[in-house]
């Protein structure tokens, strides 16, 4: 089937009637037979109520009874759907799944009401989109069928395959396959796949990366369609040539995107003059073309250790990176900031710039290590002998920027990647918020630190214009932390005796638990627990406050779009405003507005733009642009989560069988978690394999505790494990603990101390 449910609710309207000639073409569909799987697919959707149909076509139907959602399982059958709207997940026991799997979107209506420990209950109505079309898995014979088993456990089933693949029944250590689904379950009938390839599962650094692309589906990208770029237009485009502009670079992998530049000047009022260049590449294609649909589709660029996929087509990238002491067309952004770091105002404009210099950390490194007094020049600095005073007030100003950020309520963690060869660029992080809820701590001496701040700022600055004028933008929001949740993690840092300070509600926010954990010996466990009660940051088409970036109107993106189509999005339409806005009502006005800065906010009054230049932008919000968008970015980040996890597994196979040091970075009723550096690995000690006491679950203080010899296993206690087993395929690593011998007499062989709450439940959930 051509399209999904999904695919035909964003071709339809809730205002306007589409008559089933035009769904079909939008769909693109010819055959007489594709047709007739549209009819089915129409009638099970009136039964729904999800349209309406009459003799001039269809409409979208409102109905608030199903939510649109994600489902999500866990490995043990427990599955939530996770609600677009960011609501409370619903529960969804396995009758009511109705054959969904894990990452379908789906609707969803609730059976149950949530009370206040516990969730709401629900079942599935209609699956929107699947998620799964291939899948990894090992053949076995189950009497006499032939099935794959997903090698993804929160997949709960099997597959039927053809007597045909019974040549990959091959031993689960050497091989994996990746299949075909053929058929969804239906009714009775199980699913259906056939083989279409084996992976190795020891076939080194590349196979693996290989396995992780084809899991994630990211394995075979269409390629680009032909596509003429346009030549941007010199019409009102300022000259910045004269303007030093730095290039920071900060990735060597294979085809990295490229990156914005950044220029300073200082104001004669006080404070400085931030400038932000950004490549010029949403003048070169058109809004709703074949390229930019396909780009849409792709979504971003994709960091696989020592490579990309990059989201733009090679002649786009070769037409818009900045290059060294080449004139290029840019968008940027001039920000104005008080002498403390304070946005005051913000101008954007069409441009042409010319980069005098790259910015490498190497450079950075070397000014740092530079004596003032020394009057011979470090050859890593001599090509940048002319602008090393600008540099030192980039840096200076980059950390006044960051500072004001922090007090703004944004969280940097102290929880960088493991320095682990085949992580590549990963480990550098990207200059744009981050959209897992948290900023990576970076040196100084990083270009990305540097240029991070600008971006941060420029985000600001474009949300702000965007929100003030009401143009349908793409906005980045991210939620406070859930209050119930920082506190369990302020409850278990008190429980080892970790100073804070707390509101009179006996309260603290999640920058504050950052800022105390910073200067404590168990810093990085306690940031892991801080890290999980943080909310991601997703898309929406509404401006809100971003608390990560430290900005309480709006944020939107759009300084990088070779990382991200959102950020292409938005420069496009900054560009459209910028090149066709009106900046007053009538022609007969002699007075007119700076459309392009802070100063109109307020003052318009008119429409901005025509109609005719708004049109595609509301229709592609329409048509379920941001829910696909933050959709690519889960898969972009669990991605990235396996590409981790898969490099930490394969540096602990050497070790299997050697005692370690590690430190307790997670505590639970089964048993704890230990970090072993440097590559950072996380194992399971199992209680179970506790053999030297009975250990009992303290919830309110999250930890382990011996009932006879009062051993504890406390976050962030240091212990020696022995590698037992690894994985790497499932990611899971098995350890066990080496226990010191025991000096102390026993203890009195009680239960709990008053107000603890010793847990029965000694298995995994």
Same mark, same amino acid.
């Given at each position: 089937?051509?399209?999904?449910?999904?695919?035909?609710?964003?071709?339809?309207?809730?205002?306007?009637?589409?008559?089933?000639?035009?769904?079909?073409?939008?769909?693109?569909?010819?055959?007489?037979?594709?047709?007739?799987?549209?009819?089915?697919?129409?009638?099970?959707?009136?039964?729904?109520?999800?349209?309406?149909?009459?003799?001039?076509?269809?409409?979208?139907?409102?109905?608030?009874?199903?939510?649109?959602?994600?489902?999500?399982?866990?490995?043990?059958?427990?599955?939530?759907?996770?609600?677009?709207?960011?609501?409370?997940?619903?529960?969804?026991?396995?009758?009511?799944?109705?054959?969904?799997?894990?990452?379908?979107?789906?609707?969803?209506?609730?059976?149950?009401?949530?009370?206040?420990?516990?969730?709401?209950?629900?079942?599935?109505?209609?699956?929107?989109?699947?998620?799964?079309?291939?899948?990894?898995?090992?053949?076995?014979?189950?009497?006499?069928?032939?099935?794959?088993?997903?090698?993804?456990?929160?997949?709960?089933?099997?597959?039927?395959?053809?007597?045909?693949?019974?040549?990959?029944?091959?031993?689960?250590?050497?091989?994996?396959?990746?299949?075909?689904?053929?058929?969804?379950?239906?009714?009775?009938?199980?699913?259906?796949?056939?083989?279409?390839?084996?992976?190795?599962?020891?076939?080194?650094?590349?196979?693996?990366?290989?396995?992780?692309?084809?899991?994630?589906?990211?394995?075979?990208?269409?390629?680009?369609?032909?596509?003429?770029?346009?030549?941007?237009?010199?019409?009102?485009?300022?000259? $910045?040539?004269? &303007? *030093?502009?730095? +290039?920071?670079? =900060?990735?060597?992998? /294979?085809?990295?995107?490229?990156?914005? !530049? @950044? #220029?300073?000047?200082?104001?004669?009022?006080?404070?400085?003059?931030?400038?932000?260049?950004?490549?010029?590449?949403?003048?070169?294609?058109?809004?709703?073309?074949?390229?930019?649909?396909?780009?849409?589709?792709?979504?971003?660029?994709?960091?696989?250790?020592?490579?990309? $996929?990059?989201? &733009? *087509?090679?002649? +786009?990238?070769? =037409?818009?990176?900045? /290059?060294?002491?080449?004139?290029?067309? !840019? @968008? #940027?952004?001039?920000?104005?900031?008080?002498?403390?770091?304070?946005?005051?105002?913000?101008?954007?404009?069409?441009?042409?710039?010319?980069?005098?210099?790259?910015?490498?950390?190497?450079?950075?490194?070397?000014?740092?290590?530079?004596?003032?007094?020394?009057?011979?020049?470090?050859?890593? &600095?001599?090509?940048?002998?002319?602008?090393?005073?600008?540099?030192?007030?980039?840096?200076?100003?980059?950390?006044?920027?960051?500072?004001?950020?922090?007090?703004?309520?944004?969280?940097?963690?102290?929880?960088?990647?493991?320095?682990?060869?085949?992580?590549?660029?990963?480990?550098?992080?990207?200059?744009?918020?981050?959209?897992?809820?948290?900023?990576?701590?970076?040196?100084?001496?990083?270009?990305?630190? &540097?240029?991070?701040?600008?971006?941060?700022?420029?985000?600001?600055?474009?949300?702000?214009?965007?929100?003030?004028?009401?143009?349908?933008?793409?906005?980045?929001?991210?939620?406070?932390?859930?209050?119930?949740?920082?506190?369990?993690?302020?409850?278990?840092?008190?429980?080892?005796?970790?100073?804070?300070?707390?509101?009179?509600?006996?309260?603290?926010?999640?920058?504050?638990?950052?800022?105390?954990?910073?200067?404590?010996?168990?810093?990085?466990?306690?940031?892991?627990?801080?890290?999980?009660?943080?909310?991601?940051?997703?898309?929406?088409?509404?401006?809100?406050?971003?608390?990560?970036?430290?900005?309480?109107?709006?944020?939107?993106?759009?300084?990088?779009?070779?990382?991200?189509?959102?950020?292409?999005?938005?420069?496009?339409?900054?560009?459209?405003?910028?090149?066709?806005?009106?900046?007053?009502?009538?022609?007969?006005?002699?007075?007119?507005?700076?459309?392009?800065?802070?100063?109109?906010?307020?003052?318009?009054?008119?429409?901005?733009?025509?109609?005719?230049?708004?049109?595609?932008?509301?229709?592609?919000?329409?048509?379920?642009?941001?829910?696909?968008?933050?959709?690519?970015?889960?898969?972009?980040?669990?991605?990235?989560?396996?590409?981790?996890?898969?490099?930490?597994?394969?540096?602990?196979?050497?070790?299997?069988?050697?005692?370690?040091?590690?430190?307790?970075?997670?505590?639970?009723?089964?048993?704890?978690?230990?970090?072993?550096?440097?590559?950072?690995?996380?194992?399971?000690?199992?209680?179970?394999?506790?053999?030297?006491?009975?250990?009992?679950?303290?919830?309110?203080?999250?930890?382990?505790?011996?009932?006879?010899?009062?051993?504890?296993?406390?976050?962030?206690?240091?212990?020696?494990?022995?590698?037992?087993?690894?994985?790497?395929?499932?990611?899971?690593?098995?350890?066990?603990?080496?226990?010191?011998?025991?000096?102390?007499?026993?203890?009195?062989?009680?239960?709990?101390?008053?107000?603890?709450?010793?847990?029965?439940?000694?298995?995994?959930?």
């Amino acid at each position: 089937m051509k399209f999904t449910v999904a695919d035909l609710l964003d071709q339809l309207s809730s205002d306007e009637v589409v008559q089933l000639s035009r769904l079909e073409k939008a769909l693109g569909l010819s055959s007489a037979e594709e047709k007739q799987e549209l009819r089915i697919g129409l009638d099970a959707m009136l039964r729904l109520d999800l349209i309406q149909e009459n003799e001039a076509g269809l409409i979208r139907q409102a109905n608030d009874e199903l939510i649109p959602a994600r489902l999500r399982c866990s490995s043990k059958g427990f599955c939530f759907a996770l609600r677009d709207d960011g609501g409370e997940d619903i529960y969804i026991r396995d009758h009511q799944l109705n054959h969904a799997w894990n990452g379908d979107r789906v609707l969803v209506r609730i059976t149950r009401e949530g009370g206040r420990r516990r969730s709401p209950e629900g079942g599935v109505q209609c699956i929107l989109e699947r998620c799964t079309a291939s899948l990894l898995a090992q053949v076995e014979r189950q009497e006499e069928r032939l099935v794959a088993i997903p090698l993804d456990d929160r997949l709960l089933t099997t597959v039927e395959l053809p007597e045909a693949d019974a040549g990959h029944l091959e031993p689960a250590q050497e091989s994996v396959v990746e299949v075909v689904i053929d058929r969804f379950p239906v009714a009775q009938f199980a699913p259906e796949g056939h083989v279409v390839r084996s992976l190795p599962v020891h076939g080194g650094e590349e196979a693996d990366l290989d396995l992780l692309l084809t899991k994630h589906h990211l394995h075979e990208r269409p390629a680009p369609p032909k596509a003429t770029l346009r030549t941007p237009s010199e019409r009102n485009r300022t000259d $910045l040539t004269a &303007l *030093p502009a730095l +290039l920071p670079l =900060a990735w060597s992998g /294979q085809e990295a995107p490229f990156l914005p !530049a @950044v #220029s300073l000047e200082e104001r004669p009022e006080g404070g400085h003059r931030l400038w932000l260049h950004s490549p010029a590449v949403a003048e070169r294609l058109s809004l709703g073309s074949a390229l930019d649909g396909w780009l849409r589709d792709q979504a971003d660029a994709i960091c696989a250790g020592r490579r990309w $996929l990059p989201l &733009l *087509p090679p002649a +786009l990238t070769k =037409a818009a990176a900045f /290059q060294v002491g080449k004139e290029q067309e !840019a @968008v #940027s952004v001039a920000l104005d900031l008080t002498a403390e770091g304070q946005l005051e105002h913000y101008r954007f404009c069409l441009s042409r710039i010319r980069p005098a210099a790259t910015l490498e950390q190497a450079e950075l490194q070397a000014l740092q290590e530079r004596n003032p007094r020394s009057r011979t020049l470090p050859a890593a &600095l001599k090509g940048l002998k002319e602008h090393l005073g600008l540099i030192e007030q980039l840096l200076a100003l980059s950390d006044r920027l960051r500072q004001t950020r922090l007090a703004a309520g944004s969280i940097d963690l102290d929880l960088a990647l493991p320095p682990l060869d085949a992580l590549g660029d990963l480990r550098c992080g990207t200059p744009e918020a981050s959209r897992q809820g948290w900023l990576v701590e970076l040196p100084a001496n990083d270009p990305m630190a &540097l240029l991070r701040e600008a971006v941060l700022l420029a985000h600001r600055a474009l949300g702000r214009h965007f929100a003030a004028l009401g143009l349908p933008g793409l906005f980045v929001m991210q939620p406070p932390a859930d209050p119930a949740e920082i506190n369990e993690v302020a409850k278990a840092a008190l429980a080892l005796e970790i100073p804070m300070e707390l509101s009179a509600e006996g309260n603290a926010s999640a920058a504050e638990l950052a800022a105390a954990f910073a200067g404590t010996d168990r810093k990085r466990a306690l940031q892991q627990l801080l890290r999980d009660s943080l909310r991601p940051a997703l898309l929406t088409e509404e401006p809100g406050p971003n608390a990560l970036a430290g900005e309480d109107q709006a944020f939107a993106p759009w300084a990088c779009p070779s990382l991200h189509y959102a950020d292409l999005w938005n420069q496009q339409l900054l560009v459209t405003l910028l090149s066709e806005g009106k900046d007053r009502p009538t022609v007969r006005h002699k007075t007119s507005a700076d459309i392009a800065s802070d100063s109109c906010h307020g003052s318009i009054d008119w429409a901005l733009l025509v109609p005719s230049q708004l049109t595609p932008y509301q229709q592609g919000l329409q048509h379920g642009l941001v829910q696909r968008l933050n959709g690519r970015q889960r898969v972009l980040q669990e991605f990235q989560d396996d590409l981790l996890a898969m490099a930490q597994a394969r540096a602990a196979e050497p070790l299997v069988g050697q005692i370690l040091p590690g430190v307790i970075s997670g505590v639970q009723s089964y048993g704890f978690f230990v970090e072993v550096p440097p590559s950072n690995v996380e194992g399971l000690v199992h209680v179970s394999s506790l053999k030297d006491d009975w250990y009992e679950y303290r919830s309110r203080q999250n930890r382990l505790v011996g009932r006879k010899f009062r051993r504890t296993f406390l976050v962030g206690d240091p212990v020696e494990v022995e590698i037992q087993k690894v994985d790497a395929l499932r990611h899971q690593i098995d350890l066990a603990v080496v226990l010191p011998e025991i000096t102390e007499e026993p203890g009195d062989g009680e239960g709990s101390d008053a107000g603890d709450e010793p847990a029965d439940d000694r298995e995994e959930d």
